[in-house]
């Protein structure tokens, strides 16, 4: 009988998205909604094995109406995780969430159990913080043959107040780029720099932006550091050569705000030998008032974010 109705769940989901109330446009948006993403939970005991992705599916569907919090597509988390092989439900230790949110952009993740206790259905939902490590819990409780429907909202709505509650341990504060590169400063010994170049064109919806803000932000930051830039029309060739791609796409529009999603691929290769020394890429998410501005946001933080992580690694 479970694995029936759960059936009809998921037939049924479509119009479950219809029905999660949206805010009201004009209405006060939040300064900078929370990106969550919703992994499937895990069932035990007869439940079945849809019943843990029918209720990450159902909290998902009502954490997207809360208007502090952007949900990330459930088709896109699916596949971060599917090419790195990483777990696509269950209690997820804190090092594993860091690394998802490092794939989808998520600040928050959220993810839980569903079991059976006695004559009662229980939902436990664990809330962590990608980037800081920090864990709260959250518990409902239901009759042990009462649908699902009802419990995963009063799940949902137990995950979003504690989001919005705990924003500021959840989720790290943005350093500024002043203290980025005092940051990088503090991590480099003193020494001769390599020279470089940057050449990341990006791609904005399937337009070719003018002027690409990740390539930017990587040469603001190697600039900084005391290093030599070189593009096409130096006399001199540069000691190591960063090349890669850069695209932004609208995720999703909600009371007057725009979110934005980037990624950034790079590769960093040294000229004289034509050794790749390093690969790597970036997900980020931004929101703003305007389109264009909310992708720009997310490809110069992606662009940030690869320059804290390789400099230290360039530059020793």
């Known amino acids: ?41 895990e069932a035990r005991d007869e439940l079945g094995r849809h019943f843990g992705k029918e209720v990450s599916l159902l909290v998902s569907a009502h954490l997207s109406g809360n208007p502090g919090i952007w949900t990330v597509e459930r088709s896109e988390l699916d596949k971060a995780l599917a090419e790195q092989a990483l777990p696509l439900g269950g209690m997820v230790d ?9 794939l989808t952009g998520a600040k928050v993740l959220v993810t839980g159990r569903a079991f059976h206790a006695g004559k009662e259905l ?30 995963s909202e009063d799940l949902a709505k137990r995950v979003g107040a504690t989001i919005t509650a705990k924003a500021d341990s959840l989720v790290a504060k943005v ?12 991590k480099l ?17 399937g337009t070719p932006a003018v002027d690409p803000a990740a390539q930017t932000e990587l040469l603001f930051y190697f600039k900084e550091l005391g290093c030599g830039l070189r593009d096409s029309q130096s006399a001199e060739a540069p000691d190591l050569e960063i090349t ?11 009371a007057g705000l725009v979110s934005c999603r980037a ?46 992580r390789i400099l230290p690694r360039l530059l020793r």
Not at 94 to 102: D, E, F, L, N, Y
């Open 1 to 41: 009988m479970r694995s029936r109705n759960g059936l009809r769940l998921l037939g049924l989901l479509s119009f479950l998205w219809a029905a999660v109330p949206l805010p009201v446009l004009g209405a006060e948006a939040p300064e900078s909604p929370i990106t969550v993403a919703v992994l499937d939970f």
């Open 94 to 102: 804190p090092a594993s969430a860091a690394k998802v949110g490092h």
């Open 122 to 151: 229980l939902l436990v939902a664990k809330v962590i913080g990608t980037e800081t490590g920090r864990v709260y819990g959250e518990v409902v409780k239901s009759g042990r043959d009462a649908p699902v429907t009802q419990p």
């Open 175 to 186: 350093p500024t780029p002043a203290d980025r590169v005092a940051q990088l400063k503090e």
């Open 189 to 205: 010994k003193d020494g001769p720099r390599p020279s470089v170049s940057v050449r990341i064109p990006e791609v904005h919806f």
């Open 244 to 254: 890669g791609e850069a695209f932004s796409e609208v995720g999703l529009r909600r």
């Open 263 to 308: 990624r950034v691929e790079i590769q960093v290769r040294e000229r004289k030998t034509g050794r790749i020394l390093l690969a790597e890429r970036q997900t980020s998410v931004a929101v703003d008032v305007g389109e264009q501005t909310a992708a720009k946001k997310a490809l110069q933080e992606a662009g940030a974010e690869l320059a804290v």
